[in-house]
C-alpha cells in the first residue's frame, strides 16, 4: 500500500470555525489532491498541488484554501467551516509517470461533520 | 472539463455469478487514461484496473476486465467470479494525458448475494 495518512480522521467543528486537514505521503510523488465525497456526487476535486508551492483549483475549491510546504505534506484548510463542507475528504498522490506506472493513490479519507 | 456518467447507482450480483458495470465519458481528447476504483465500507480508495487509452487491447486483472470501445467513449468493468469481498462502491475515473487532475463518476453501489 502506498503511504499515505491523512489526519484528523474524524472531526466535529461548528460553523465559523477555521479547519485543517492534513495529508502526509512517504512515496515522494509529485502530485497531490485534496477530493470530497458526498452522495450523488462521487469525488470532485477541491484542489490539487504539483509541486511545492504550486496549487491549483479544482472543481470545487470556493470556501477551500491549500499550501505545500514540504513534498510530503498538502493540507487543506476550510477558512469558514459550513455545514455544507460537511463531507468525507479524501487525499490522493500520484506520480503521473506514464504507463505502467500511472495511478492515483488514496488515502484513508477524513469524516468532517460542521454543526 | 470531461463528464464520467455511472448510470447505474445500484448493482447486484450472486456470488461466483459475472457482472458489468457501465461508465461513459466524455471527451475531445484522443488520449487519456481510465480507471476503475473500489471503494468497500472501510471508504479506502483501491485501484482495481487501468486502462490507456492508445492501447486497443482490453486491460485484465485476475478477475476483472474492462469492455474499453473508444469511438462509443465506453469502459464498462467486468467482474467475474464474483466474490463475498467485491461488495463495493465503484468508481470510474478519467484522467488526460496532459492533465493533473481525475474526473471520477458517481459511483455504482454492488451488492454480492451469497
Known amino acids: 500500500d502506498a503511504g499515505i495518512t491523512q489526519s484528523p480522521r474524524h472531526k466535529v467543528t461548528e460553523t465559523g470555525t477555521p479547519v485543517t486537514l492534513r495529508c502526509h505521503q512517504t512515496e515522494n510523488h509529485r502530485y497531490m489532491y485534496w477530493y470530497r465525497q458526498d452522495p450523488g456526487h462521487g469525488l470532485r476535486l477541491i484542489h490539487y498541488s504539483y509541486g511545492v508551492k504550486d496549487t491549483d483549483k479544482g472543481e470545487v475549491s470556493d470556501g477551500y484554501s491549500v499550501s505545500r510546504s514540504k513534498t510530503e505534506d498538502f493540507l487543506l484548510t476550510l477558512e469558514s467551516a459550513t455545514s455544507s463542507q460537511t463531507s468525507v475528504y479524501f487525499c490522493a498522490i500520484s506520480s503521473l509517470a506514464g504507463g505502467s506506472k500511472e495511478t492515483q493513490y488514496f488515502g484513508p479519507g477524513t469524516r468532517l461533520l460542521v454543526l | 472539463a470531461q463528464t464520467v456518467t455511472q448510470s447505474q447507482p445500484e448493482m447486484s450480483v450472486q456470488e461466483a455469478e459475472t457482472v458489468t458495470l457501465s461508465c461513459t465519458y466524455d471527451t475531445s481528447e484522443s488520449d487519456y487514461y481510465l480507471f476503475w476504483y473500489k471503494q468497500p465500507p472501510s471508504r479506502q480508495m483501491i485501484l482495481v484496473i487501468r486502462?490507456?487509452?492508445?492501447?486497443?487491447q482490453n486491460a485484465t486483472e485476475n478477475r476483472f476486465s474492462v469492455n474499453f470501445q473508444k469511438a462509443a467513449k465506453s469502459f464498462s468493468l467486468k467482474i467475474s467470479d464474483s466474490q463475498l469481498g467485491d461488495a463495493a462502491m465503484y468508481f470510474c475515473a478519467y484522467r488526460s494525458i496532459t492533465g493533473n487532475q481525475f474526473y471520477f463518476g458517481t459511483g455504482t453501489s454492488l451488492t454480492v448475494i451469497p
Open positions: 486502462q490507456e487509452a492508445y492501447k486497443q
